[in-house]
C-alpha cells in the first residue's frame, strides 16, 4: 500500500503525498493519544486546508519544528494521513501500521498529558527526575501505542510543549518499569522470538476506544495480516487473531523479512508483463459503454449475488469481435470508479514470448498487482515455507507454487475486495486453461464461504468449451450495444463523401461485418484510400468484392497489391516463425538482408529513426502487424486472426 506522508514545503506550508513501496523518502512519524472528537485534524482538513483552529493542530506544529532539527522534510501524523471515510484504506493501513513505525527514520511520542514545566531537574538529562505525570501518562494505557514503542528503530519522548524527555534507549529501565516488557523487546529483539503467551498478554492492561482494536493492534507483534472487520466485536476479532496465530505456529513457518519479500516480488516480474494490454488500442469514443449498464455486469457486481453466480462472469465472441478492446475499457472503468476495491488484470498473448500466453505468467503479473496494491498481502509468500537460501530475484516458480500463493493471499484479504479481468483464454493452451478454470472455481467458492469479495470476469472466443458450475455468461453477437458500437464506428471514421453514398455503405457495411469489429476496421480502411484515390465510383464495388469473413479477407489483403511481394513474404515468414517476437530493427534488418544484402551497413539511429522503421513495417505487412508498446518493444500481428489464417 502507498504511504501519504505530509510534505513541508520551503515556505512552511504542508501538503499531502502519496509515495509507492518504492519511493518513500526518509519520514518523521508520530506516536500519540486522540483527543476529543472534532479535536484532531483530519485527513479532509488537509484537503480543505482548514483544522488550524483546532486544539490537535499543535501536533502538526510541533512535527514541523521537529523534522526541522533532524533535517528531514515528511513526516506521518494518523489522524491526517489515513482517509478514514475509506473502509478499504482504513483496512489496509492497520495491517501496514506496524511497517510504517518500523521503517520510519524517526518516531516522536508526544505526550499532551505531559508538561516539561513540572520537571524540576537541571537540564543536564537527568532521567530519575522524570515528572511523575510521565509514568501516569495516558500513552502507556493505550493498546495501538504497544507496536508503536516496539517497531521504531528510533524513538524519542516529548512534553506537550515540545520538550525531549529522552530517547528509548535513555529510558530503557522506565520504560521496563512502567510498561512491564522485557528489556530485549525494547532494545529491538525481533518479537517472533518471544513466546506467544507473552506476546498476547502485552497489552492485557492497555485500552481501546473500539473493542475490535485489541485484536488489530496486536497484528503487527506477530507478523499477521488480517482485515480489519469493525463490527464484528472485539471477541470475534481476537477469536480470528487467535486462530491466525495457531496456524502460523503448527506451520512451523517463521515469518519472512521485508527484503526477501521484496526480492520475492521483483523475482515475479518478467519482459512484456505488460505489453499486450497497452498494445491494445483504446476503445473508440463512445463505443463499449454499453457493457457496464448491461444485466450480466450489473449482476456479477452485486455482492448480494456472489452466492449465486461465485462472482465469475465469462465474455465470449467471434475471432475479431472486438473483445479485448472492450475487457481494456471495462478495466481502466473498474480502476477509475472502483476506489474501494483492488482492481487487476491479465492479457493472454499468444503472438508473444512464453510466459505472455501460459497460465504462470498470469498468476506473476495478478500477484504482483495484488502485491503492489495491497502490501499487507506479502505475508502470503510465507505460506510457501520457503527456505531462506532459495529466495532470489531469479526464483523459478511453478503453476502450483503460484496457485498456492495465489489462494492465501485471497484468504487474506478480509474486508478488502478484488476485482480481476483475464482476456482471451483461447490464446493459451487448452490444458493449461481448464486447469486455471477449475482452480479460479475452487478459489471463488472460497472467498465465498470466508465472505470475501473477489470477483473475475474473464473473455475469449466461443472456444475451448469448458462447463463452469457457476458463473454469468455474456456474448457479444446479438447485444444491441455491441451492433450500437460498430454504428458509432462508422459515423466517426468512415470518410467517404457525401451523406446518402455514405448511409448505404455504413448499412451494407453493418450488414456483412456480422459483428466483427476487426473486419469492420479493417474495410473502413480500405474504402478510405479508395476515397482518397479519388475512386468515389467504385466504392460500392469495391466493398461488395471484399470478403465477409475475416480469413478471406486477409488473403484479399495479402494478394491484391503484387507490389513488393518478396518483401512481404519475408516478413510474414519471420514474425510467424522466429523462435522469439523480434523487435522493429531486428524485423527490420532481417527483411532488408533477404532482399537486398549489399544495403546492410553500421546501423545510424540518426538516419534510420524509429519512425523510419515502423513506417517500413507497416508498408511491408500491409498493415497486418504492429509493434507492442513495451519498455522493449516487438512485432507482432494486429490481431490471433491473423496467425490463424496463416497456419
Same mark, same amino acid.
Given at each position: ?149 516496539? &517497531?521504531?528503530? *528510533? !524513538?524519542?519522548?516529548?512534553? @506537550? %510543549?515540545?520538550?525531549?524527555? /529522552?530517547?528509548? =534507549?535513555?529510558?530503557?529501565? $522506565? ?61 470475534? &476479532?481476537?477469536? *480470528? !487473531?487467535?486462530?491466525?496465530? @495457531? %496456524?502460523?505456529?503448527?506451520? /512451523?513457518?517463521? =515469518?519472512?523479512?521485508?527484503? $526477501? ?387
Amino acid at each position: 500500500m502507498p504511504i501519504r506522508l505530509i510534505n513541508v514545503r520551503d515556505d512552511g506550508s504542508l501538503s499531502l503525498v502519496e509515495r509507492e513501496e518504492s519511493d518513500i523518502p526518509p519520514y518523521a512519524i508520530l506516536s500519540h493519544t486522540w483527543g476529543d472528537d472534532g479535536d484532531e485534524v483530519t485527513y479532509q482538513d488537509m484537503i480543505d486546508q482548514t483544522g488550524k483552529n483546532k486544539i490537535g493542530y499543535a501536533k502538526l506544529t510541533f512535527c514541523v519544528q521537529q523534522v526541522a532539527v533532524d533535517d528531514l522534510q515528511y513526516f506521518w501524523i494518523d489522524t491526517c494521513c489515513i482517509d478514514k471515510s475509506r473502509s478499504a484504506e482504513l483496512s489496509e493501513a492497520i495491517t501496514s501500521m506496524f511497517r510504517w513505525y518500523e521503517r520510519s527514520a524517526h518516531c516522536y511520542v508526544y505526550l499532551s498529558d505531559v508538561s516539561m514545566n513540572k520537571r524540576k531537574a537541571d537540564d543536564d538529562g537527568c532521567l530519575s527526575t522524570l515528572p511523575s505525570s510521565f509514568k501516569t501518562s495516558r500513552w502507556f494505557t493505550r493498546g495501538w501505542t504497544l507496536q508503536e514503542l516496539l &517497531a521504531p528503530p *528510533r !524513538l524519542t519522548f516529548f512534553s @506537550r %510543549e515540545g520538550k525531549e524527555f /529522552g530517547d528509548k =534507549s535513555m529510558l530503557l529501565q $522506565q520504560l521496563h518499569e512502567i510498561t512491564q516488557l522485557p528489556i530485549k523487546a525494547l532494545q529491538g529483539t525481533p518479537l517472533r522470538q518471544f513466546p506467544i503467551a507473552d506476546r498476547l498478554n502485552w497489552n492485557k492492561t492497555r485500552q481501546t476506544k473500539r473493542s475490535e482494536d485489541m485484536a488489530y493492534s496486536l497484528l503487527g507483534i506477530f507478523g499477521i495480516s488480517m482485515s480489519a472487520i469493525y463490527g464484528e466485536g472485539g471477541k470475534m &476479532a481476537m477469536k *480470528r !487473531l487467535q486462530r491466525e496465530i @495457531r %496456524e502460523l505456529d503448527a506451520s /512451523g513457518i517463521v =515469518s519472512l523479512g521485508e527484503g $526477501q519479500r521484496h526480492t520475492l516480488m521483483e523475482s515475479l516480474r518478467f519482459d512484456q508483463i505488460d505489453s499486450r494490454h497497452m498494445t491494445i488500442k483504446n476503445a473508440h469514443i463512445r463505443t463499449c459503454k454499453w457493457i457496464l449498464s448491461s444485466s450480466e455486469y450489473r449482476r456479477w457486481l452485486d455482492v448480494r449475488l456472489l452466492p449465486e453466480h461465485s462472482g465469475l462472469l465469462w465474455i465470449k465472441g467471434k475471432p475479431g469481435a472486438g473483445k479485448s478492446t472492450l475487457m481494456k475499457f471495462a478495466f481502466a472503468n473498474a480502476r477509475s470508479t472502483m476506489k474501494d476495491e483492488v482492481v487487476v488484470a491479465y492479457f493472454f498473448n499468444a503472438r508473444g514470448e512464453i510466459l505472455e500466453r501460459s497460465t504462470t505468467g498470469t498468476y506473476r503479473s495478478l500477484l504482483l498487482q495484488l502485491f503492489e496494491r495491497v502490501p499487507a498481502l506479502q505475508c502470503a509468500f510465507d505460506s510457501l515455507g520457503l527456505s531462506t537460501s532459495s529466495i532470489s530475484a531469479n526464483y523459478q516458480w511453478s503453476a502450483s507454487s503460484l496457485e498456492m500463493l495465489f489462494e492465501a493471499a485471497i484468504q487474506n484479504l478480509g474486508g478488502s475486495s478484488v476485482v480481476c479481468f483475464i482476456d482471451a483464454l483461447d490464446e493459451c493452451d487448452e490444458k493449461q486453461i481448464r486447469e486455471m478454470i477449475g482452480f479460479l472455481e475452487r478459489v471463488s467458492e472460497l472467498a465465498v464461504s470466508f465472505g470475501v469479495r473477489f470477483k473475475v470476469c474473464l473473455s475469449s472466443r466461443h472456444y475451448p468449451e469448458i462447463t463452469i458450475k457457476k458463473g454469468l455468461s455474456l456474448v457479444l453477437e446479438g447485444q444491441e450495444g455491441h451492433s450500437q458500437d460498430i454504428t458509432k464506428y462508422l459515423e466517426s471514421e468512415l470518410k467517404i463523401g457525401s451523406e446518402q453514398v455514405v448511409e448505404q455503405i455504413r448499412e451494407r457495411i453493418r450488414d456483412k461485418a456480422a459483428g466483427i469489429f476487426m473486419w469492420v476496421i479493417l474495410v473502413v480502411n480500405i474504402l478510405n484510400r479508395e476515397f482518397d484515390r479519388g475512386r468515389i465510383h467504385a466504392l460500392k464495388r469495391r466493398l461488395e468484392e471484399i470478403p465477409e469473413d475475416l480469413h478471406t479477407l486477409f488473403r484479399d489483403i495479402l494478394t491484391r497489391d503484387s507490389r513488393n511481394q518478396n518483401e512481404l513474404i519475408l516478413c510474414i515468414q519471420w514474425v510467424l516463425f522466429a523462435e522469439h517476437p523480434l523487435s522493429p530493427v531486428q524485423l527490420y534488418n532481417a527483411i532488408l538482408c533477404g532482399i537486398d544484402p549489399i544495403e546492410l551497413s553500421p546501423w545510424d539511429s540518426d538516419l534510420i529513426t524509429e519512425d523510419t522503421v515502423r513506417r517500413r513495417i507497416l508498408d511491408v505487412s500491409k498493415g497486418l502487424t504492429e509493434i507492442t508498446k513495451s519498455n522493449t518493444p516487438k512485432v507482432q500481428f494486429i490481431h490471433e486472426s491473423v496467425r490463424d489464417f496463416l497456419l
